[in-house]
């Protein structure tokens, strides 16, 4: 199992637009792919208030090459949400019980 981290850094001011988006667009958008696992979201907290997580976890390599392709280890931002990005960064972890 490969874990999947997505940080987003995000322009202030269009946090509300933002938020519901990121929630439902960006959350949709590894739901419906094979090999996915599980996803959980998080808002920020006062020390970095712009910043956002997507943490997802997927069966193995092959399943996030076919989700973003060969450059998996790339940010896979879903049309329409690349406005609200103003930094972001992808983290790769394989899982200590499935790795072999």
Known sequence: MITRIFRVKIYPELREEFEPKFSS?????????????????????????????????????????????????????PEGMERYVKECWVHHYNDFNSAK
């Open 25 to 77: 667009v960006s959350v949709q958008a590894v739901l419906t792919q094979s090999g996915f696992v599980s996803v959980n979201i998080g808002k920020p907290t006062k020390w970095d208030p712009d910043e956002y997580v997507m943490i997802s976890q997927w069966e193995n390599e092959a399943s996030l090459v076919k989700f973003v392709g060969e450059s998996w280890n790339e940010a896979y931002i």
